[in-house]
């Protein structure tokens, strides 16, 4: 029998406020400039960390650690 446990790595994001980018991204309510920041982190990082999972997944019995999407997006 398997049962999955859900956690969590949280990321902060430090933002130059003079920068345009940044004042674009800052001009978006809250909750969207959340959104977006986890996104663009999933979308970066997911396929980089693929590989090392993978190892790392293949020479585990015990336990199998996945990457999974955005379940709010």
């Known amino acids: 029998m398997t049962l999955s446990i859900k956690h969590d ?3 902060e994001t430090i933002v130059d406020e003079n920068n345009e980018t940044a004042k674009r991204l800052l001009r978006l309510p809250p909750e ?3 959104m977006f920041l986890e ?3 999933e979308d970066l ?3 980089e960390i693929a590989p090392i999972l993978e190892k ?3 020479n585990n019995s015990w ?3 996945k ?3 955005n379940v709010n997006a």
């Open 45 to 47: 990082l997911a396929p």
């Open 56 to 58: 790392l997944n293949a």
């Open 32 to 34: 969207n400039q959340k």
């Open 39 to 41: 996104k663009m982190l």
């Open 67 to 69: 990457v999974i999407g």
């Open 9 to 11: 790595l949280h990321f």
């Open 63 to 65: 336990a199998e650690l």
